[in-house]
């Protein structure tokens, strides 16, 4: 994973845009920033104030090479109502630091490391330093799949602590939990009631926002089966997309096919998809995994429950389906006549 946490005087060119350019958005310049987060999708920035951290007001949108306002507003992020409408009252080490660091320490405010370093994956390292052994160091395949996954879980997730506040302070990531621990013990993911939208889920319990695969791949057949989320991602890097294994065409593979047990259930991959080889609607990814989740503006990634939403979902509960979200000069009726003549799909479970 790259480093998303930077301190701009160590690391010169960590600050992507032109911060000289006058824009109303820009109240701060280069010297006041003592942090800078993100390199991907959007860019946030970080003013010093006595131990703690606290974010400017502006945000930069890597996709659109522009600037945005960033304030999280009342009624989106459940923690608001407990913070004043006043970045410079929000410090980020409740709300940020425990899964943009290794080891933050309430008491102290201090970090062993910024970013996402070995410890925060595989436990407490100074033994196994000292004397390397299997037996002191957490091995993630060697856990049990589900908490395999709640390595990736306790910061791929929206949820909450179960203790809150925690001494006085109100806190977005699983205090007290480390690899190896069970996730449940210290977080709850954030609740959805099915046919209601909100902030974190569309109606449907399809999650709504990025950094809520966790949310997402708990309620797939694949987490069922001991799948996890190493089985397609190497954290330690690759030269992939999202560092996956394999790119996301051949990935799906290594486990899927016509002749496989796992499926699909098809004479061919081509009769499944109904999109010819090499076509994009052809690509695994793009009817199990649409992009329908918000990272910033219109940016979106990818929903990770693996399911189809039929477009009947979208008629009914507005979650994005895949068919009339890539054809968008289609209407949901011409989706559904289409799905029906689909031979070995449900037209019950597909197109109603
Ligand atoms: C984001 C979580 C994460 C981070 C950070 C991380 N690892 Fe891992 N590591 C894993 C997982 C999951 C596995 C098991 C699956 C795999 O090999 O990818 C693993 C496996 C390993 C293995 C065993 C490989 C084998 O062949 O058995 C070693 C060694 C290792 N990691 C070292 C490191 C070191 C050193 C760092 C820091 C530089 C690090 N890891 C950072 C998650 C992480
Ligand atoms: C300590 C918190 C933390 C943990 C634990 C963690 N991640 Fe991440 N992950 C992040 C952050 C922060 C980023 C954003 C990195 C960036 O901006 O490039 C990220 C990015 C990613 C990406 C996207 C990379 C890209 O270039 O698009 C993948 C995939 C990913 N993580 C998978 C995993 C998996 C799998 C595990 C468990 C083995 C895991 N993460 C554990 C915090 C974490
Ligand atoms: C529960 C864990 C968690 C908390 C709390 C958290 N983050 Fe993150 N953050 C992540 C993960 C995981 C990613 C990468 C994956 C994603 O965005 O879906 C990420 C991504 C980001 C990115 C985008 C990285 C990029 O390269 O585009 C920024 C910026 C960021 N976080 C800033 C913050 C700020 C500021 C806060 C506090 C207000 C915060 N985060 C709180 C886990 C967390
Ligand atoms: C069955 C394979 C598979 C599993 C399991 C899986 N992912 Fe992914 N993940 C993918 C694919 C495919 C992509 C899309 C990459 C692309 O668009 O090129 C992706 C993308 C991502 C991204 C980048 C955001 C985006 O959409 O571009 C993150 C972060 C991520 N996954 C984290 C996780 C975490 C955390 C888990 C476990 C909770 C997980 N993944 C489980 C296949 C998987
Ligand atoms: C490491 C192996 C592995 C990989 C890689 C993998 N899968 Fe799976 N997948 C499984 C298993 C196992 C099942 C469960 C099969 C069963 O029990 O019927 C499954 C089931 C599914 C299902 C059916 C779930 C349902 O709701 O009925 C879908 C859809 C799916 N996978 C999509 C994907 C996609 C898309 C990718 C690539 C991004 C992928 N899988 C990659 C192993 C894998
Ligand atoms: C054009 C859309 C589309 C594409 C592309 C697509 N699927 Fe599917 N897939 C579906 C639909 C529709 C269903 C039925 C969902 C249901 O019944 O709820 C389905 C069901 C499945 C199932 C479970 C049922 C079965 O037949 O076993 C698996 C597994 C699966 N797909 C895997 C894949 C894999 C792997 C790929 C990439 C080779 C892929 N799909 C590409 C639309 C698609
Ligand atoms: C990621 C984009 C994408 C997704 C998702 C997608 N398609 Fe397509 N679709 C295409 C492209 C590109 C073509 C033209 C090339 C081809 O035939 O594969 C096409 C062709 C078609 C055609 C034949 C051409 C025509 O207009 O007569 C039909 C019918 C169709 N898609 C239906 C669907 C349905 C139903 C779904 C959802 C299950 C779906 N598509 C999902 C991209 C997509």
């Known amino acids: 994973m790259a480093n998303v946490v930077r301190d701009p005087k160590e690391f010169p060119d960590a600050i992507t845009p032109d911060l000289t350019q006058k824009n109303p958005l820009i109240t701060f310049t280069k010297n006041d920033i003592a942090f800078v987060y993100g390199s991907k999708w959007k860019q946030r920035y970080f003013k010093k104030i006595g131990d703690d951290y606290y974010p400017f007001p502006a945000q930069w949108d890597f996709t659109h090479k522009m600037w945005r306002p960033y304030m999280v507003a009342p009624g989106t992020d459940w923690w608001v109502q407990y913070y004043p409408a006043d970045n410079m009252k929000r410090p980020t080490g409740p709300l940020c630091d ?179 080889a090499g076509s994009s609607g052809g690509e695994c990814v793009a009817c199990h995994m649409p992009q329908i989740e918000q990272t910033i503006a219109d940016v979106m990634v990818r929903s990770h429950t693996f399911k189809f939403i039929s477009p009947s979902t979208t008629g009914s509960l507005k979650t994005p389906n895949p068919c009339t979200g890539c054809h968008t000069d289609k209407s949901i009726q011409w989706a559904n006549d289409q799905l029906k003549t689909w031979k070995g799909r449900s037209p019950w479970r597909v197109a109603n």
């Open 98 to 276: 425990g899964c943009h660091s290794v080891n933050y320490d309430i008491q102290t405010k201090t970090v062993t490391e910024w970013n996402v370093g070995c410890e925060k994956c595989h436990g407490p390292g100074g033994d196994h330093v000292r004397t390397p052994s299997r037996s002191n160091i957490v091995n993630p395949t060697r856990l049990d799949t589900l908490e395999a996954n709640d390595i990736c879980i306790q910061c791929h997730s929206q949820g909450r602590p179960l203790k809150n506040p925690i001494e006085g302070k109100y806190y977005d990531w699983p205090v007290g939990y480390r690899a190896g621990l069970k996730l449940d013990d210290y977080w709850q993911l954030e609740e959805h009631k099915l046919g209601e939208a909100s902030f974190t889920h569309f109606a449907d319990g399809t999650a709504h926002k990025n950094r809520m695969q966790g949310n997402d791949f708990v309620e797939s057949v694949m987490y069922t089966r001991g799948i996890t989320c190493f089985s397609c991602h190497d954290v330690h890097g690759t030269a992939n997309n999202a560092d996956l294994l394999k790119p996301a065409s051949v990935m799906c593979l290594e486990c899927h096919g016509t002749n496989s047990p796992n499926g699909p259930h098809a004479a061919s991959i081509e009769t499944h998809t109904h999109h010819k």
